[in-house]
């Protein structure tokens, strides 16, 4: 059984950085697309961040470029996400999601996704 485990978020203000973290488990796929997704209250979900294996392919929202960082531990299989530069409105519930498809990590879609973690809260205040 496939679980992500989504951890590091927290209270920050803005400028400030945080480092999320997606543990998986019970992981079958040797190539797929991985990522971060956001929800903020009273928006629609965001696909924020993805990396393919191997990482020759990632993909970031418009609104992160220049300040988030996808990245993977592959001996931990553990996706990270840092975030620098935070601002108020990056404050959601971020979830890790995987078992995309490459064409997911291309378009910044988050149709493929076959597995979420459980999220974890980000607040940023000015």
């Known amino acids: 059984q496939v679980q992500l485990v989504d951890s590091g978020g927290g209270s920050v203000q803005a400028g400030g950085s945080l480092r999320l973290s997606c543990a998986a488990s019970?992981?079958?796929?040797?190539?797929?697309?991985m990522g971060w997704i956001r929800q903020a209250p009273g928006k629609e979900r965001e696909g924020v961040a993805f990396?393919?294996?191997?990482?020759?392919?990632?993909h970031y929202a418009d609104s992160v470029k220049g300040r988030f960082t996808i990245s993977q531990d592959s001996a931990k299989n553990t996706l990270y996400l840092q975030m620098n530069s935070l601002k108020p409105e990056d404050t959601a519930m971020y979830y890790c999601?995987?078992?995309?498809?490459?064409?997911?990590?291309?378009?910044?879609?988050?149709?493929?996704?076959?597995?979420w973690g459980q999220g974890t809260q980000v607040t940023v205040s000015s």
């Open positions: 999601a995987a078992g995309g498809t490459m064409g997911d990590c291309y378009s910044g879609s988050m149709r493929g996704f076959r597995y």
């Open positions: 990396r393919y294996t191997g990482g020759h392919i990632i």
């Open positions: 019970g992981y079958t796929y040797s190539s797929n697309c």
